[in-house]
């Protein structure tokens, strides 16, 4: 009987473990084009020249929201990238992704979500969306 006390409990710390930890990549291309927009943001590259950049992501407007974000983000390289989800949807229309990374600086902690997209038969992702938020919104951010 004490056993059976104990799973539910050990079944909740190793969960609870498991949330701090990164995941694997599902897909590597869709993770890897997902942490090279953001080091592009981070960078100040131009966005102009990513080939996996939606074309309705490439008007003025929507170039300078995605520029803008370089502005909020702490200064320097994050010490370290983790994976903390991933959603893949296929259907007749194509595939989804949907992924989210944490970027850790050591005062702050970035969450970035990506949303790809993949048409039937296309061999390559679309990046059709970007949002980022600070895990710790009053820490410093960049003044530029």
Known sequence: MRRLMLLPILA???????????LPAADKEADADARKLFDEIRTGADLREDPNLADFLRTPDKLA???????????????????R?????????????????????????VMAETVLRKGPGE??????????????????????
């Open 65 to 83: 929201d995605l520029a803008a974000i370089r502005g909020e983000l702490p200064d320097g390289e994050p010490a370290k990238v983790e994976n």
């Open 85 to 109: 989800s991933w959603n893949y949807n296929s259907t007749n229309s194509g595939s989804v992704a949907t992924l989210t990374h944490a970027y850790i600086y050591p005062d702050n902690t």
């Open 12 to 22: 909740v710390l190793t969960l609870g473990g498991l949330g701090a930890c990164s």
């Open 123 to 144: 061999k390559s992702w679309t990046i059709g969306g970007f949002h980022v938020s600070l895990a710790h919104p009053n820490a410093p951010s960049r003044k530029s």
